[in-house]
């Protein structure tokens, strides 16, 4: 079945440090990839996503790229602030007839500290 | 609040006793789906509906386990006779139509804990 692992957190970055999370996944087919970020206290919610082979899905300084040779989508930004901490979950959703289900990863959480 | 909306956030139950977990959508969705997150692990899928109808409960556990969405009124997530391994944080989420795009907006989180 579909499957998602990315890197075990928790990492702790100080500001303006540059920031990968690392997602690989197993799935048949095409399927469409995401990052979910959840805040303290909040639900998950979107924050990119990308839905075919060499897609870049970005979003507040975040960038991931779909690539199918090497099945990731690493999560990727440049310089990270305080208010980026939370938690980060990669999920995949399968490209079958019918497919709406999500596949998540054990998330990551980060800290990032002034 | 046009959140989707959980609660309980936190329950504390006894084993062999009853949870019922209530989620509202997002105002104007009409499907929703249940997600468990079991400790050290990521989020898994148990069931989706709509109003009045169960699409797919392939992640419900077989024994235990119901929810519904009625036609008025908030989703309930139904677990009987609690054991320690029903521990754990159950998400709600919803969409204005089957999430194709995979864009799903979930709620807080309710947090079961069983003694």
């Known amino acids: 079945g579909d499957s998602v692992t990315q890197m075990e957190g928790p990492v702790t970055l100080s500001e303006e440090a540059f920031l990968t999370i690392n997602c690989t996944y197993t799935a048949t087919g095409y399927p469409s990839l995401f990052w979910y970020v959840q805040y303290p206290g909040e639900g998950l919610q979107l924050l990119l996503k990308?839905?075919?082979?060499?897609d870049k899905g970005s979003n507040k300084g975040f960038e991931a790229t779909y690539r199918k040779e090497t099945t990731s989508f690493h999560l990727e930004k440049g310089s990270v602030q305080v208010s980026d901490s939370a938690v980060y979950f990669c999920a995949l959703k399968g490209s079958g007839a019918g497919s709406y289900q999500l596949t998540f990863g054990k998330g990551t959480k980060l800290s990032v500290i002034p | 609040n046009a959140g989707v909306m959980q609660n309980p956030r936190h329950l504390v139950r006894r084993r062999g006793q009853e949870a019922r977990l209530r989620c509202s959508p997002m105002k104007g969705h009409s499907h929703v789906y249940w997600y468990r997150q079991l400790p050290e692990e990521g989020l898994k899928f148990m069931v989706y509906l709509q109003k009045e109808n169960i699409i797919d409960e392939s992640g419900m556990p077989k024994e235990r386990f119901s929810a519904e969405f009625p036609k008025e009124g908030p989703s309930i997530l139904r677990i009987q006779q609690v054991v320690r391994g029903d521990s754990a944080a159950y998400f709600c989420?919803?969409?204005?139509?089957?999430?194709?795009?995979?864009?799903?907006?979930f709620g807080e989180g309710s947090r079961l804990t069983v003694l």
């Open positions: 989420a919803s969409s204005p139509r089957t999430q194709l795009n995979g864009e799903l907006f």
């Open positions: 990308a839905t075919k082979a060499d």
